[in-house]
């Protein structure tokens, strides 16, 4: 892990009916290139609310995002070329139904990266190889299990060469024999060194996988750490309190 | 059997005698022709309409203040008006008022058919394309956008797509409704198909023969344009099993 700073989050700031609602109250966080964070907390503590603000799916009301350099908050920044650098893996898996699997793959970096369809088609089915699916690339989504969908979604987002990957609760839609097979992709992943940012409720994925746990309540990080740290000391005492709920 | 000689002297009458069958025959033609460019405006008009409406609906309360936002404001409200307005008046009136007032110095009467026809269809087409495009999951756009694609992208590679495929029984219905609404085009002295049967009528004073024709002729086309449709429809359903 190195200190290079891949995010930086600055008092980031989400509001909802004017203020009422304060789904992020000044969250400060940096991702470093290389890093795996993991972002836990109870439902409605802003921790998905997090995530899709760091491509912008959600528009921040305050506070600024740094990607690579780049105030990606300033209405003047191109979201879409610094979305191509940051992967996001759902929970609903949001394959394209009409398309083949190795048409969703294929469709972003044909018309984005400007490669040729037989290029991105090698990529992808190397991409297909490694996650065991390549003989499914013809078919069509809905004939897939949920945790072959997910994987897929995983390796659709790699296909742009991301430099950072958003998970938003990339299990919590599967049956619970198929989290293995996903959460296995994605301790892959992390040990190629891919930078990973994972909201997720597998405290075991946390545990082994993470460089860094977040813990997160009412809009706010109230602690974070390395797992062993947050798992088996925690400091806060809502950080106790959730843990104590689901472990 | 006498029924059946009568009824053979009343078809001999009606369609063979001064060939007037060519009355429906080129009635039909005129019927299609009409048809068919009214099906293709309509699909322009829908198509920017649903795309304007549904753009307004999804992006404008997050839209940043500027002259983009304004413009988006103006095409909501004008295609608000037109949808209103069409919407809201028969087709008959509509024809008649392009045909005598709006295009009072025009003879070419088939053309302002079509424009007619197609300008008021658009207006359904337009409400049909945008609730597909509602109905296509949000979680479908922001996988699209997270991959990296403008709106406009979006749209074209991801949502249309499958909204198409989700309205295409409703679309057409709405085709099957025009083809027959064309009826009316008798109104602004076209020939069109009820035409040809209403002037044999005029003439042989006979109206089983011509009018029965007239609306099995109808039948006939939109039965098959139904069968047409449905062999689409499996052919897109092929994606999900």
């Known amino acids: 892990m190195t200190t290079d700073v891949l995010i930086d989050v600055n008092d980031l700031q989400k509001h909802f009916k004017g203020g009422a609602i304060r789904a992020l109250d000044g969250v400060n966080a940096q991702i470093h290139r290389g890093e795996v964070v993991v972002v836990i907390g109870p439902s409605g503590s802003g921790k998905s609310t997090f995530l899709r603000c760091l491509n912008l799916l959600e528009k921040p009301t305050g506070g600024t995002i740094t990607f690579e350099g780049h105030d990606i908050t300033d209405p003047k920044a191109n979201i879409n070329l610094h979305r191509q650098k940051m992967g996001m893996v759902f929970q609903h898996f949001n394959l394209f139904p009409h398309m083949t699997i190795l048409r969703n793959m294929t469709l972003a970096p044909t018309k984005l990266l400007g490669k040729s369809q037989k290029e991105a088609e090698e990529q992808a089915m190397a991409l297909l190889e490694r996650v065991g699916l390549s003989d499914r690339a013809g078919a069509y989504p809905s004939q897939l299990s949920g945790g072959q969908k997910q994987r897929i979604a995983i390796v659709r987002s790699l296909c742009m060469e991301p430099d950072v990957m958003l998970f938003d609760e990339p299990t919590s839609a599967l049956d619970p024999e198929m989290v293995g097979e996903v959460l296995e992709v994605m301790k892959e992943l992390a040990n190629e060194g891919m930078t990973m940012v994972v909201v997720t409720h597998e405290m075991g994925f946390a545990r082994e996988v993470g460089d860094r746990v977040i813990f997160m309540a009412d809009g706010k990080i109230v602690e974070e750490n390395t797992p062993e740290a947050i798992f088996e000391h925690p400091q806060e005492e809502r950080t106790k309190n959730f843990l104590s709920k689901i472990l | ?241």
């Open chain 2, 1 to 241: 059997m006498e029924w059946f000689q009568t009824l053979q002297a009343d078809f001999y009458l009606n369609f063979i005698q001064d060939d007037r069958w060519r009355y429906l025959w080129t009635g039909l033609g005129n019927t299609l022709k009409i048809t068919f460019f009214a099906v293709i405006i309509g699909i322009v008009i829908g198509v920017v309409v649903s795309i304007v409406r549904s753009t307004y609906d999804k992006t404008y309360d997050e839209m940043q203040p500027g002259p983009g936002r304004y413009l988006l404001w103006i095409g909501d409200r004008i295609c608000r008006l037109y949808l209103t307005v069409i919407r809201g008046t028969p087709v008959v009136v509509q024809l008649m008022i392009m045909y005598y007032i709006i295009f009072a110095s025009s003879r070419n009467s088939l053309m302002v058919a079509v424009f007619a026809f197609g300008i008021n269809s658009g207006a359904y087409v337009a409400e049909i394309f945008r609730s597909g495009i509602m109905s296509v999951d949000a979680g479908q756009f922001e996988a699209g956008r997270s991959l990296g694609f403008n709106y406009v992208e979006t749209m074209r590679h991801i949502i249309l797509p499958q909204a198409f495929k989700n309205v295409l029984p409703t679309l057409a219905n709405e085709f099957i409704v025009l083809l027959k609404e064309t009826s009316v085009a008798g109104y602004v002295t076209i020939r069109d198909l009820t035409m040809g049967g209403y002037i044999i009528r005029g003439v042989t004073y006979s109206s089983f023969m011509p009018l029965i024709a007239v609306a099995l002729i109808y039948l006939t086309m939109v039965m098959f344009f139904t069968w047409l449709v449905g062999r689409l429809e499996r052919r897109l359903r092929n994606s999900d099993h």
